[in-house]
């Protein structure tokens, strides 16, 4: 195949880390199914067209699945995919022999590509955020699961996609979530080959998880083991803050800026800030930084009777977001302690009673001399 032996064996290891959280993930146990087949081409190979799976029946006996990669693509957004795939296959085909010319079972999209992110070998990837959404609100996740991004389009909109897919796996196999997904995928019937899987598991409650899906985006990325690098938004609006805070207009006026000397340098300072913290927005709280952009965009030509009204549009914008953000982190604060199954233990020692002294005075230690000598 024309590759070195020390990058084959980079290669290996990254499959097998694939694997690794693959099964962490999902709770499926190492198993003694058949193994996947990765067959590596070499990019000179002009006839070979793109990564690809199949799966062969081995003379009814069990699932033959069989991955084709191009060395040149192995490290494409495709391959954690495909890898997924390949992977949710053999647990489906695990207990059964495949019949000839059964159809295949097909996945949703969000859930190979999501599994794909979270388990994707190629470690440490993190894209800028800042095509994420183009500014727009996030999508309900009822419309977000019937979105069909173009695999034509650009490596930047599929890895949004893959990134809001893996918030949303994330979220679903958190308490006993991993369990119902098991449930929900199940294991191919010889007597029901034409079973086709349901859009959502039944298990998980929708509610309940897209409200943790948004927290999820809203947090992600903070830490150091985030896929992107991308602030949570209370912390994406304090910087906006931060920023606007500076102003040395009355009650730091974006609108009064207009009536400043040399504005327009301030103007333009105040855009390349605002563009850099957009870098690492939140998709919650950009539209609160593009509506800040484009006041500052037409400041010069705008008259102030306009630009009041705009401002005041944005300052409202930003309490919604900031009350929205609240809202979601105590529901699930609310919802996650309803649903623990016994005390932390953090609380405890606020609902101990302290054991008073008792205080006696003339009249009750005499009470308790004439006790003690007895009535």
Known sequence: MGDSSPALTKFLHALADCEEKFQGLTGYPSSDSPPILVVLHSSE????????????????????????????????????????????????????????????????????????????????????????NKGKMVPFLK??????????GSNQVLEAYDWMAAAIVKAGMKGGGASDFRKWIGHFNPRDPARRLSDWPEGWLFRPIERRWLLIMAGDGSGATGGFSML??????????????????????????????????????????LRALRLQANPLVMPLIDSSLHLLSVIEHQSLKKLTLEEKQITNLRNHILKQSHSIEDYLDWYEMTKALG?????DRYLVTPEMPVKKG????????????GW
């Open 143 to 152: 419309d977000f699961l019937h979105q069909q991004p173009s695999r034509a």
């Open 232 to 273: 949570g938004t209370v912390a994406t609006i304090k910087r906006y803050d931060a920023i606007i805070s500076e102003l040395s207009t009355p009650g730091h006026s974006l609108t009064l800026l207009k009536k400043e000397k040399g504005y327009k340098f301030t103007s333009q300072q105040l855009t390349s800030r």
């Open 343 to 347: 005390s932390s233990g953090l609380f």
């Open 362 to 373: 003339p009249v009750g230690r005499y009470l308790d001399a004439i006790e003690e000598r």
């Open 45 to 132: 190979e002009s006839h070979f067209p793109k990564n690809t799976l199949r799966v062969d029946s081995l003379e009814g006996k069990c699932a033959k699945i069989q991955i084709d990669l191009a060395i040149s693509q192995s490290a494409g957004s495709e391959l954690g995919d495909i890898l997924s795939r390949g992977m949710l296959l053999r647990e489906f085909y695990a207990n059964g022999p495949l019949s000839s010319g059964a159809t295949v079972m097909e996945f949703p999209l969000w859930l190979t590509r999501g599994i794909g992110w979270i388990c994707r070998p190629w470690g440490s990837f993190a894209p800028s955020p800042s095509f994420l």
